[in-house]
């Protein structure tokens, strides 16, 4: 059973850090594609960031752009969130998911869009995602 757990969330300063993970079960994360997602209330849930497993590639948002270093650790099973010099504007749920039928990649947030899409359509049986980890910024 393919299940993703984030972890690490938490209340922080403006301007503070945190790392956020993303481990897996059932899978070898590396072999796919991983987006991480934040939703805050009221708004839509939007992708940040994704990782591209095989080829390690690495697309950020402007939004996070130069402050969020995604990255993975094989031995682990896990990829992380590095969250640096965070705003209020950053508060929100924070959730990672992968589409193990490979139909997008990374290249562009190309997966991001994918997985989103699907998502505000009820998903498929070939999406996972986390239950979400809150990350709270503020004084």
Do not use: H
Not at 3 to 18: A, C, D, K, N, W
Not at 34 to 46: D, I, N, S
Not at 71 to 92: C, F, I, K
């Amino acid at each position: 059973q393919v299940q993703l757990v984030e972890s690490g969330g938490g209340l922080v300063q403006p301007g503070g850090s945190l790392r956020l993970s993303c481990t897996a079960s059932g899978l070898t994360l590396d072999q796919y594609q991983v987006g991480w997602f934040r939703q805050a209330p009221g708004k839509e849930r939007e992708g940040i960031s994704c990782f591209g497993g095989t080829d390690r590639y690495t697309y950020y948002v402007d939004s996070v752009k130069g402050r969020f270093t995604i990255s993975g650790d094989r031995a682990e099973n896990t990829v992380y969130l590095q969250m640096n010099n965070v705003r209020p504007e950053d508060t929100a749920v924070y959730y990672c998911a992968t589409d193990v039928a490979l139909r997008a990649p990374c290249r562009d947030g190309e997966v991001l869009t994918d997985l989103s899409r699907r998502i505000r359509n009820g998903g498929d049986n070939y999406d996972y995602w986390g239950q979400g980890t809150q990350v709270t910024v503020s004084t």
